[in-house]
């Protein structure tokens, strides 16, 4: 439900137009060095309003610590950190709550809640306590920097093209939203981590890759290339005793279990459900099928933000794995 992870656990809660977003972060060793200035340049790289084809909605989204910290150190408690909502526009959700939207989680919600969601923004649905992830990701980057692992992720196709640039500008010309291909690395990892059959490297990162809201697809290494490819030209060819191979096709994971070499996989985003063309829904008031709009701000492309937020759930799922495996210190 709201909670990820066996040793490294996390849990989020919040609502996008609620008082705030926050997470709870249960396992982080004891003596890590933490301040809000950790938080700066990924809280930044997921904003909204920052690039070219982002929602307009603009918050602080500075961390406010309730719990885990003294003297500026990880204390070994849970670490409980809020986000503020200030910028908020509830009415804009008011006014079309009978009708809804198309690629958003308001029917099934309202379904499965009886009415009780909180409908504001998508509540507790919405891509805003992606926030929360990205802050999870940051603890959890600065516990994998001390072993060596790095996450990077990188956009490789938008509405696409390889060039974000025309990619978007096909979005303004159609007045539609796009999607796109991000890619994530992990460098620095060792051999072992991971089991075989539920627990493997690639369930628990797709586990946790599928949270964000705007996810629809994930492949490792070569992915669905691999099915079009002879069984030798996809082996990975092993080149010493490390366990490093001359080709990665494999995406540095076999049997569910690291082998030494890059973990590469990509996800695909789809376009933003919320789009300025017209649709088609139903009305529950009503009971008929009517043209509608989506009103409020949204993203052009979801897909611009997404880089730092799979970094930081890749980073949650590794740091899991090496406490698992004991390399990382319970105490820093």
């Known amino acids: 439900m709201n909670s990820l992870g066996q040793l490294f656990r996390i849990h989020i809660f919040g609502e996008s137009h609620g008082e705030s977003a926050g997470i709870v972060i249960d396992g982080c060793p004891a003596g890590l060095p933490l301040s809000a200035a950790d938080f700066t340049e990924d809280i930044e ?25 003294f003297n500026g150190k990880t204390t070994g408690a849970p670490i409980t950190i809020l986000f503020e909502n200030n910028n908020t526009r509830s009415g804009d959700y008011e006014k079309q709550r009978a009708v809804p939207r198309p690629g958003h989680a308001d029917f099934t919600a309202h379904v499965k809640y009886g009415g009780h969601e909180d409908f504001r923004g998508g509540g507790h649905f919405s891509g ?23 996450t990077v992720a990188k956009i490789t196709e938008i509405g696409g093209e390889a060039d ?9 010309e159609a007045k539609d939203s796009v999607g796109g291909i991000v890619e994530c ?10 089991e075989h059959f539920f627990d493997s490297v690639e369930s628990l990162i797709s586990h946790a890759a599928f949270a964000i809201p705007a996810v629809r697809g994930i492949e ?4 669905f290339a691999a099915a079009r490819m002879f069984g ?36 695909a985003i789809k376009p933003t459900s919320s789009t300025p063309k017209e649709q088609l829904s139903w009305n529950r008031e009503t009971n008929q099928v009517e043209p509608f709009s989506v009103k409020g ?16 759930v890749t980073a949650i799922i590794l740091t899991d794995l090496m406490l698992l495996e004991q390399r990382i210190k319970r105490i820093i």
């Not at 790289?45 to 910290?69: A, H, M, N, Y």
């Not at 490792?220 to 992915?223: E, K, L, N, P, S």
């Open 185 to 194: 690395t992990a460098t620095g990892l060792p051999v072992g981590l991971g």
């Open 164 to 172: 974000p640039e025309k990619g978007l500008d096909k979005a303004i």
């Open 232 to 267: 030798v030209e996809h082996n990975d060819p092993i080149a010493d005793a490390s366990g490093k191979t001359t080709t990665n096709h494999a995406g540095g994971v076999v049997g569910g279990i690291t082998n030494g070499n890059d973990l590469v996989y990509r996800v």
């Open 297 to 312: 701000r949204h993203d052009l492309c979801i897909a611009l933000r997404v880089p730092v937020i799979l970094e930081a």
């Open 220 to 223: 490792f290494g070569t992915g």
């Open 45 to 69: 790289r997921r904003k909204g309003g920052v690039q070219k084809g982002t929602t307009p909605r603009k918050e602080d989204d500075l961390p406010i610590f309730k719990s885990g910290l």
């Open 128 to 150: 805003r306590l992606t926030v929360c992830l990205v802050a999870a990701g940051v603890i959890a980057k600065k516990l994998l920097a001390t072993t060596g692992i790095t």
